[in-house]
């Protein structure tokens, strides 16, 4: 099959090593010259261009911008497309995207790859990123059955975890897992770097290992990437904080009032229920 990849970062270079790795025919479109010759030169596409009038002869479309170039690049995109052209992204919010893009585009599966690193750009795709990687799809009931199809044919192959669900309870259960801890990783920094005493700010520099590197890694990410999490999901995201924060004033009170027996029924419930996310 021949597959089309519009953003040649870590995903969309990711989804071309694995999608070529299986015997597809994988063309991609960058905004920068030099990107489409690093995605050829490492195997990720057959071809590519700066140009989405590559796309013209493909199958079916990976979407892989930032959300928020998404609708222009669908607007843009749309006059070079074959009618029966099949068009999916990986962008992590799905209400606003499905709202936006499914009227100007049929054929259109809201996508997520649960799936990345700390690392960005065509240099940091993996083949094998999404081997047991959860893969969600959004389809609503406007979505053409053989879209939905084409798309799971697709990505299943990569060793992915498949998933259904509607584009709001998608956005609703990655605010809890992926942006609130976002949010407040990088509130973790903000509170740290706001210590008085340049001595105990320089103390807890040279202290800071393991813990501190677990906690803040996701706080400490791309910025772009943050501030889209939050605007395109602002509903849910806001609502999840707004719950952490009650539970942040929980621990504050139990800590002041020194009732360390409730602050420890607390953190045994939540070292149990810590399994539950992470063997999902």
């Known amino acids: 099959m021949k597959i089309g990849i519009i953003g040649l970062g870590l995903i969309g270079g990711s989804l071309g090593l694995g999608l070529r790795s299986l015997g597809h025919t994988v063309l991609g479109v960058s905004r920068q010259a030099q990107t489409c010759q690093r995605a050829i030169a490492r195997g990720a596409v057959d071809d590519a261009s700066v140009s989405l009038a590559l796309m013209q002869t493909v199958d079916a479309i990976f979407l892989c911008t930032p959300l928020a170039a998404m609708e222009a690049t669908v607007v ?17 919010v799905k209400g606003w995207v499905v709202e936006t893009i ?3 585009w049929s054929n259109f ?7 990345g690193t700390a690392e960005s750009g065509i240099e940091a795709a993996q083949q094998d ?3 047991n990687a959860a893969y969600v799809l959004t389809p609503t009931d406007a979505t053409p059955a053989r ?25 609703r259960a990655v605010a809890w897992i992926s942006h ?13 770097i706001g210590e008085a005493d340049p001595a105990v700010l320089g103390l807890a520099y040279a202290l800071a290992s393991s813990g501190f ?3 803040s890694r996701v706080g400490g990410g791309n910025p772009e990437l943050g501030v889209m999490m939050a605007r395109y999901n602002q509903a849910a995201l806001t609502r999840s904080l707004h719950a952490y924060r ?25 070292q149990q229920a810590r399994s539950e996310f992470l063997e999902g």
Not at 83 to 89: E, G, S, W
Request: with cysteine; glycine share 4%.
């Open 246 to 270: 009650n539970h942040l004033n929980q621990i504050i009170t139990q800590i002041e009032q020194a009732d360390w027996q409730s602050l420890e029924t607390s953190l045994i419930e939540t």
């Open 102 to 104: 499914a009227p100007l």
């Open 76 to 92: 843009e995109l749309v006059p070079y497309l074959a009618t029966d052209t099949v068009l999916t992204d990986v962008g992590s």
């Open 180 to 192: 609130l801890p976002v949010m407040t990783s990088a509130s973790l920094i903000a509170a740290c």
């Open 147 to 171: 879209a939905i199809q084409l798309i799971e044919d697709l990505v299943r192959p990569l060793q992915t975890r498949l998933y259904h669900c509607t584009p709001n309870d998608h956005d």
């Open 129 to 131: 990123l999404f081997i």
């Open 109 to 115: 599966v809201g996508g997520h790859p649960m799936a």
């Open 213 to 215: 590197r677990d906690t």
